[in-house]
């Protein structure tokens, strides 16, 4: 059984349109994240949330907005793409500080 | 001067050496150090954590911390070809789980 799943795996899209990505995690945690990896392998946190509540907003253009339906769940909305949001995007999930179990990432490409 | 700094090698090494992986910070306020591991294409895995200062043994790997020089390593030891992949420092001040992570460095072990 997969920890953290995130959908799709790869998201090829162009300038301007809007696109979701999905994250699951059936671990039970109650904090959930989403990073930004971006070509040089930098991990950056975006976003956290703990039991649907959002707790870390780090410094993201607010075309990006995360939702979390239950704490089993945070979706990543991004609208009007730009070619600087390609990248590749982790969400992960934590019972404890720093032990954090990461997705297999999303790959997204604007053209 | 970023939070966290990690030479980004790459670094090769043969079969069976020690390998030695260091990040430094400058933020006093971090008290949990982690150590990832990523595979390439793949989503980072936690390999080594630590509160405080000390050593951690798991295995053919021991995690250090001295905070005092505001100085990690990770040392490998009897190093494998399946232990090549890129390895990210990642340290916390606690309370949000807040991540930050040094850039990685790319380790490669030949036969």
């Known amino acids: 059984d997969t920890a953290v799943s995130q959908t799709p795996k790869y998201l090829v899209t162009q300038m301007g349109n809007d696109k979701s990505i999905k994250c699951e995690q059936n671990l039970g945690h109650d904090t959930m994240y989403w990073y930004k990896q971006d070509s040089k392998k930098f991990l950056k946190i975006m976003f956290s949330?703990?039991?649907?509540?959002?707790?870390i907003n780090e410094t993201v253009p607010n075309r990006f907005s995360p939702k979390s339906p239950d704490k089993a769940h945070l979706n990543l909305h991004i609208n009007s793409l730009e070619l600087g949001d390609s990248a590749v995007y982790f969400c992960?999930?934590?019972?404890?500080?720093?032990?954090?179990?990461f997705g297999p990432g999303t790959r997204l490409t604007v053209t | 001067q970023k939070e966290v700094e990690q030479d980004p090698g790459p670094l090769s090494v043969p079969e069976g050496a020690i390998v030695s992986l260091n990040c430094t910070y400058s933020?006093?306020?971090?008290?949990?150090f982690m150590w990832y591991r990523q595979y390439s294409r793949k989503g980072p895995e936690l390999l080594m954590y630590?509160?405080?200062?000390g050593n951690k043994e798991d295995g053919r790997f021991t995690a250090q911390v001295d905070k005092s020089s505001k100085y990690i390593s990770l040392f490998i030891r009897d190093s494998q070809p399946s232990d090549s992949a890129t390895y990210l420092c990642a340290m916390s001040a606690g309370v949000s789980g807040k991540l930050t992570f040094g850039q990685g460095t790319i380790l490669t072990v030949h036969p």
């Open positions: 630590t509160y405080s200062s």
């Open positions: 933020n006093s306020a971090f008290q949990y």
């Open positions: 949330y703990n039991n649907k509540e959002l707790i």
């Open positions: 992960a999930s934590s019972l404890r500080v720093g032990e954090q179990y």
